[in-house]
């Protein structure tokens, strides 16, 4: 049974920085896309950052130069360091994993709010 935990989220000041960690289990993580979508009060989820089985990433707009994706295939994990962050970076933040044949799995989220 694939599982993904999503961890890292929590409160911080305009400015700062925060690191989101997504594990993966039940599943040859090297294999698979992974993604981070986020989710605000009120908004449609949208896609964060991206990063293929080979390591190519892409990002949206608004996070771009701010937020790095990167992997870990050894821990199976991915990771979104998120630096300069604004309050309107606050969301529900989740990772998905993605595959061939219709493989699409999803975490349960972590929070994440900018404030002072």
């Known amino acids: 049974q694939v599982q993904l935990v999503e961890s890292g989220g929590g409160l911080v000041q305009p400015g700062g920085s925060l690191r989101l960690s997504c594990a993966a289990s039940?599943?040859?993580?090297?294999?698979?896309?992974m993604g981070w979508y986020r989710q605000a009060p009120g908004k449609q989820r949208e896609l964060v950052a991206r990063i293929s089985s080979g390591g190519n990433t892409n990002y949206a707009g608004s996070v771009k130069g701010r937020f790095t994706i990167s992997r870990d295939n050894a821990k199976n994990t991915v990771y979104l360091q998120m630096n300069s962050l604004k309050p309107e970076d606050t969301a529900v933040y989740s990772c998905r994993l993605t595959g061939p044949g219709g493989v699409d799995f999803w975490g349960q989220g972590t929070q994440v709010t900018v404030s002072s």
């Open positions: 039940g599943v040859i993580f090297s294999f698979y896309a």
